[in-house]
């Protein structure tokens, strides 16, 4: 990361020591020399005080005080010379280095002063006063520069005294290879520190970042571990529990959006129903509508004269008519179903007579489409269930066996408790060995696999030429569905070798039931006098 809090920190950290140790060279090189020179002025006026107080009135240094004199003197390097009126010597400086000719020197410098022929440049005077000037000077003889004090004593002597600036210059110098070599240490030094101490501080945030990114990325399960006190730690804590409420908030809000897809997903298809439905309601009624009416205008023109050819023009109008009223019945009874108009009136009664019944009824048809129905129900066979729907059920599985009976021509029935068959699985909403089964197999054409879980389906066709032949609406499968989903109980339809076998299951009604079974023999019409009224009808 070329612009990391770290890598930022540190040349801010490096670029601010630099700064310091350059100032401070700086500082050194350009004013140091005249601090120095300040400071030794102080010492010089220091060692006039000190020298006017331990003179004699003879010229000489009161032993009291010498030593200090002298101690400071050495110390600073001063160089003095005390003379009398006449500019003889009295006291001076006492080194090896002072027996040279430069007490000489500092003798003519001072009696220079005293008769006039030394100038002083008012440049160069840092103090002056009635007793004594301080300057800079620059002694050509010697080629030095010196701090130099001269001036008169209050005993009447003369005096001056020097401080070679050299040695500030030498000390200014050291003290500024010094400080360089201070100064590149030093930032080496704070390069390294600064490199690893933001490290430590910069790692927490870091850490914070790469969190930050995974939340970005929907990734709820990261968490800071660092910890810490500081702000840095008490801001880990705070994305850990906004990572949790996000994850919450996040759930929440998927669980919302699917109930929403569903919801959307619920209507469009609610609306794709209702406009295949009213497409297919249309399709249907078209074909019957147009024959109504066209044998109705040939009845109106007197096409035909014939009593035979208008009896034949009125049995289509009434065959047409009479198709429609069934489709029209079948929808309401449909529609009444799928939005659970209807109540549902669950009862006890014997299955096997129903099956009877509705076989007899249907004898007429079975003779017509030359095909035979054979039977394996047993004598009785109890079940609950709303009996008129049941027989709705088995009135449209036989009609649909009747109308796709081929090949050997032959339809079976079969009914039995659960235990005792052993038919597919049940495709949904299956009871085990509480139920009964009922099967209807034809033989014939079987139906294609991709079109076994549409044909529950409003006005599916598997083959609509077909079915338009024989005066199929397509519908009566539908109104099985909805019967069993309210009943709660399995339906379905498999392919056999030699056919299609249809099936649905109920409740069986020969074990000891609660509930709805104990309810309506508390209203004293119990399930014997169901199965009873049932078998004298």
């Known amino acids: 990361m070329k612009s990391s809090i770290r890598r930022r920190l540190t040349i801010i950290f490096i670029a601010l020591t630099g700064l310091l140790f350059l100032a401070n060279y700086l500082i050194n090189t350009f004013f140091l020399e005249d601090f120095y020179s300040l400071r030794k002025r102080d010492v010089l006026i220091e060692a006039y005080d000190r020298l006017n107080e331990n003179v004699t009135d003879s010229g000489e240094m009161d032993r009291a005080g010498v030593h200090e004199f002298e101690d400071l003197c050495s110390a600073n390097s001063i160089s003095f010379i ?26 003519g410098r001072l009696n220079g002063y005293g008769i006039g ?18 300057q800079k000077k620059y002694d050509s003889k010697v080629s030095v520069d010196y701090l130099e004090m001269w001036g008169t004593l209050d005993k009447g002597f003369y005096f001056i005294m020097r401080i070679n600036m050299e040695s500030i210059r030498d000390s200014v110098r050291i003290a500024n290879d010094f400080i360089k070599y201070i100064c590149l240490f030093g930032v080496a030094l704070a390069s390294i520190l600064v490199w690893f101490i933001s490290g430590r501080v910069t790692k927490p ?10 939340m970005a990325g929907l990734d709820f399960s990261a968490k800071y571990t660092s910890g810490g006190t500081d702000e840095v730690g008490q801001l880990g804590e705070s994305f850990n529990r906004m990572s949790e409420n996000l994850e919450k908030t ?10 929403l897809q569903k919801d959307i997903e619920k209507k469009e298809r ?7 439905f009213l497409s297919n309601v249309s399709h249907e009624l078209k074909t019957p509508i147009a024959l109504i009416q066209g044998y109705a205008e040939g009845l109106q023109e007197c096409v035909n004269d014939d009593e035979e050819s208008r009896a034949f023009y009125c049995e289509v109008i009434m065959d047409e008519a009479s198709k429609m009223n069934g489709l029209v019945q079948k929808l309401l009874t449909l529609n009444q179903l799928e939005f659970g108009n209807e109540q549902v009136v669950m009862e006890r009664f014997d299955l096997s007579e129903l099956i009877r019944n509705k076989i007899q009824s249907v004898a007429i048809l079975v003779q017509q489409k030359q095909a ?65 089964r009922v099967t209807v197999h034809n033989t014939g054409e079987q139906i294609p696999e991709a079109d076994l879980s549409l044909i529950w389906d409003k006005f599916y066709k598997v083959d609509k030429a077909r079915t338009r032949a024989y005066g199929g609406s397509g519908v009566g499968l539908s109104i099985v569905k909805a019967i069993m ?9 498999r392919n056999c070798e030699d056919g299609v076998e249809f099936w649905f299951e109920l409740k069986s009604g020969d074990q000891t039931v609660s509930g709805f079974a104990a309810e309506r023999d508390t209203k004293g019409d119990g399930a014997g006098k169901a199965a009873n009224g049932r078998e004298k009808g």
Request: charged fraction near 25%; charge should be negative; proline fraction near 2%.
């Open 485 to 493: 989903e309210s009943f709660h109980q399995a339906y379905g339809v």
């Open 372 to 436: 035979e129905i054979v039977s394996e129900i047993p004598a009785a066979l109890f079940a609950w269930g709303d009996e008129y729907k049941v027989e709705e059920v088995l009135t449209n599985y036989l009609s649909n066996a009747l109308n796709h009976v081929d090949g050997a021509r032959r339809i079976t029935i079969r009914a039995c408790r659960r235990a005792d068959t052993e038919a597919q699985p049940v495709e949904s909403g299956g009871n085990g060995d509480s139920v009964v």
């Open 250 to 259: 996040y759930s929440q809000l998927l669980t919302a959006n699917n109930e």
């Open 270 to 276: 609610i609306d794709d129903m209702r406009k295949e």
């Open 82 to 107: 005390v003379t009398d009126e006449d500019y003889n010597m009295l006291i001076w400086t006492d080194t090896a280095y002072a027996q040279s000719d430069y007490l000489g020197l500092m003798l």
């Open 205 to 214: 945030l870091g850490e914070l970042t790469e969190l930050s990114k995974r």
């Open 117 to 134: 022929l030394d100038t002083v440049d008012p440049d160069s005077v840092l103090e002056k006063t009635d007793a004594y000037t301080i």
